[in-house]
């Protein structure tokens, strides 16, 4: 199997990524543990699209200050639509990450980093790499743990726990 039949068939992975996100940010009140000991606070805000497979694409798109605590998210999740976007919010102490996150690439855009402190061009420049980085390795470390359920034992009861979610 080529490179690209592999991504093909391990896309569905980010939209789970994404409806467990968005599970665990209302199970955990948005508090989230990552792997390295560390949490961080995570919600969905402003705009969230969810879509349905087959062959026609139907697509919804939930504009809001909170989209996923609308009934009409929770509806189309019930519909079977699964979010392809999402725009969130990561917060970690002081600092405040926004971003949209695109569950069919796994990529970020649009990423507004906290208010820098160095005034000086080029260290400017370097701090706001650092919180770049920062926000990858958040997300980097929430995808671990989404993996590591998503691979092991717990998955069959996690699963049935995000459908009863669903559901209510």
């Known amino acids: 199997m080529d490179l690209v039949d592999k991504i093909e068939r391990s896309r569905f992975l980010g939209r789970e990524f994404l409806v ?14 990552l792997p390295n000991g560390e949490a961080c606070e995570l919600w969905l805000e402003e705009q969230l699209t969810l879509v349905a497979g087959g062959m026609e694409k139907a697509e919804s798109k939930l504009k809001a200050g909170a989209p996923s605590a609308t009934p009409e998210a929770k509806e189309a999740l019930r519909q079977g639509k699964l979010p392809t976007k999402a725009k969130m919010r990561i917060s970690r102490g002081t600092q405040s990450w926004s971003f949209l996150f695109d569950a069919e690439t796994l990529g970020i855009g649009g990423v507004k980093v906290p208010a820098q402190i160095t005034e000086d061009t080029d260290e ?38 995000v459908r009863a979610w669903v559901r209510e």
Not at 21 to 28: A, M, N, P, V
Not at 143 to 155: I, K, M, N, P, Q
């Open 20 to 33: 467990w996100l968005w599970y665990e940010s209302e199970r955990l009140e948005g508090l989230l543990p």
């Open 124 to 161: 400017k420049f370097y701090e706001r790499m650092q919180l770049v980085e920062d926000l990858e390795a958040m997300i980097g470390g929430l995808y671990e743990r989404f993996l590591s359920v998503r691979t092991g034992d717990a998955w069959v009861q996690e699963s049935e726990a």
